[in-house]
């Protein structure tokens, strides 16, 4: 759908007909599904489970859990693997496995991810090996992995300027014809996932311009983790980073990221909104970061222990065991089983990272442009040349 062809002139329909006047109007902020306790609740809004049997509910969120272990064992083994001298930095995602896992699993085949450097859970999602990952933090390729194979861009290192390329990648879906046809199977949108920090960046705020403008088919998914680096959300934003949405004149919505089921219907319904044509949606997973912020960070300069152990009480892998495990949906066998298939995970990563290899230093200029151009091919022959200078050295 094109900018006017809607509801409201061109910006998606009226924000109410969205997501209800609790976003907007003073109401409960946090779209809750599942508390820390692991207790299913209701939401007016948002719902988990609609269209399914409980047999097969039942198997998703034994997925999702699944899913979060798996990649909290990723998170892991990469920190030690950098500990060790095996990678040289490491981005943790420790605490924020309900935010991504959700998010992931809510994309279809079709719907296109662009990724900050932390999304390793997103990454687990859309089928991409965490080795290809590890090689990008061992130093040895830029992201190795297709983009296009997995429908995942590459890690993008500088802070928020993958909302740009979301933007202008959505923008380009829409003149496709890919939006708002009515085919499932053909219908797309794309996310951009970035951090409380790069909120305040002015790349994002272009992005959001842009996003409104054109009515683009994108969903700004933000993991609000609390600290920018070593700087509290309290000196970025003097209201809830969602509200922001409205300045620009598209809804947002503030879901509890460590609810997995929660966190997946919202970004679901923002999707579908997307692929429908009703244009850009922020959503706000409001969660923490209870690892640091990278390998070289030490974050008990800047924050409170205590903090970190008042989260770790709302953790999401044990809110999500919790529910299972009360309501009898997972036996001792499924746990047994996924821990020992963590263990080969852990095993394979190890294993693998270490067996990298360095890359032939005339690699780097082989994905600089899709067709090689006369000057850098003469550029690629000096550098050849010298590299067999130091032969005869020898």
Avoid at 33 to 56: K, N
Avoid at 232 to 261: C, K, M, T, W
Avoid at 341 to 359: Q, S
Wanted: proline letters at 6%; glycine letters at 10%; a negative charge.
């Amino acid at each position: 759908m094109t900018p006017g062809n809607d509801r409201s002139g061109g910006f998606g329909p009226d924000l109410a007909e969205v997501f209800g006047p609790s976003q907007h109007d003073g109401g409960p902020e946090l779209v809750q599904l599942l508390t820390p306790e692991g207790e299913r609740v209701s939401h007016p809004e948002f719902s988990f489970g609609d269209g399914m049997t409980p047999a097969e509910e039942a198997e998703m969120i034994r997925g999702f859990y699944r899913d979060m272990v798996l990649t909290r064992r990723i998170d892991t083994e990469a920190t030690a693997l950098q500990r060790h001298g095996e990678l040289g930095i490491w981005a943790q995602l420790l605490g924020q496995e309900a935010a991504q896992i959700g998010a992931g699993r809510a994309l279809r085949p079709q719907d296109y991810v662009f990724p900050t450097y932390r999304e390793h859970g997103v990454a687990w999602c859309r089928g991409v090996d965490p080795i290809e990952l590890l090689g990008l933090y061992r130093g040895v390729d830029q992201g190795a992995w297709d983009p296009a194979k997995y429908n995942f861009h590459l890690y993008t290192i500088v802070i928020g300027a993958q909302t740009l390329h979301a933007t202008g990648y959505a923008m380009g879906m829409q003149r496709d014809g890919a939006v708002g046809t009515g085919d499932p199977d053909r219908d797309a949108a794309v996310i951009a996932h970035f951090g409380d920090g790069a909120s305040s960046q002015g790349d994002v705020n272009e992005a959001f311009i842009f996003a409104a403008s054109y009515n683009a088919p994108v969903v700004f998914f933000c993991q609000n983790n609390q600290w920018a680096i070593s700087e509290p959300i309290e000196r970025q934003s003097r209201i809830p980073l969602y509200q922001r949405a409205l300045g620009f004149g598209f809804p947002g919505v503030r879901v509890d990221g460590n609810d997995v089921l929660a966190t997946y219907a919202v970004t679901q319904a923002a999707l579908q909104r997307a692929r429908d044509g009703q244009g850009p949606t922020f959503v706000e997973a409001y969660t923490y970061r209870m690892g640091a912020h990278t390998t070289t960070d030490d974050p008990t300069r800047y924050r409170l222990s205590d903090d970190v152990e008042r989260w770790r009480l709302k953790c999401p892998i044990e809110r999500t065991k919790a529910y299972l495990q009360r309501n009898g949906l997972a036996d001792q066998a499924f746990f047994d089983d996924l821990s020992a298939e963590a263990d080969e995970l852990g095993a394979r990563l190890r294993e693998g990272c270490k067996n990298l290899a360095d890359p032939s230093p005339l690699s780097i200029f082989d994905h600089v442009y899709a067709e090689q151009t006369p000057e850098l091919e003469a550029q690629r022959e000096g550098f050849a040349a010298y590299l067999d200078s130091f032969e005869g050295a020898h």
